[in-house]
């Protein structure tokens, strides 16, 4: 079974989930049948179990939960990813290429194509691993991968590697709203207003700067990635705007002017390419 590792070598988020749900769209594009498994950070799940769309994200982790309702694809979760992957092909058979959303540093998962993605903005920070500086593993891990995604505009500089680099950028100017999200609203109609922004990301002011881009007036409510907001976090006067992943933990605030950035990743077309030859050298596909 082909599997496909997308992590990092750094703490704090780079961009690995929209990176997932661009890589199963192409996937499912080239006629074959995803599966994504996850480790479900920030939730309390241990054993193998399956995300839906309405599971919770206190159990489950609030990545898990939005690639469930955005990827098309069967998603499960647990800390063994071995165990994950196993459990997920006994309940979906036809599935013939698992995505493991992270799991860069769980060797015991074979895999065939490994991609790190890097923050563009942040890089390798100082460079020190853990704990003096962000890094998991040491920045050569990258020469043993396939392919290095750099996420939005570099503006640190980044070690030479003999993997192949690509860039991904986020784009999104399209709101929904929080309790109906068949109600839309553009960057336009929101512009005028004082909008809470919040962002419970591995990198806040990715989000506020995209925002901004939009000529968007926001007071910005960072927040530590994968927080468990509580009904006190939110309890603003006015408009708020958040990210799809702090949106599925925070339905309850009942907030009729709540909006949500949908964004999708554009990808640099040749790591596409790059992924289907590594398929097809290893399995034939």
Known sequence: MPVIVVGNIS??????????????QFLREQGLRPGIISRGYGGTAII????????????????????????????????????VAQALLVAHPDVNVIISDDGLQHYRLRRDVEIAVIDGVRGLGNGFLLP??????KASRLEQVDAVVVNGATATPLPAT?????????????FYNLLHSETRASATDLRGKTLHAVAGIGNPNRFFDHLRSLELKIVEHPFPDHHRYQPEDLAFSGAMVMTEKDAVKCAFSGMKEAWVL????????GLGQIILDKLKNNHGQ
Do not use: F
């Open 11 to 24: 703490v704090g988020g780079t961009g690995k989930t929209p990176l997932v749900l661009w890589l199963a």
């Open 48 to 83: 193998p179990q399956e995300v839906m769309p309405d599971s919770e994200p206190r159990l489950c982790g609030d990545e898990p939960v939005l690639l469930a309702r955005k990827s098309a694809c069967p998603v499960w979760i647990g800390r063994d990813r071995v165990a």
């Open 132 to 137: 003096a500086g962000p890094l998991r593993e």
């Open 162 to 174: 003999t993997a192949p680099r690509y860039h991904m950028h986020l784009n999104g100017e399209v």
């Open 262 to 269: 949908a964004v999708e990743a554009e990808v640099d077309p």
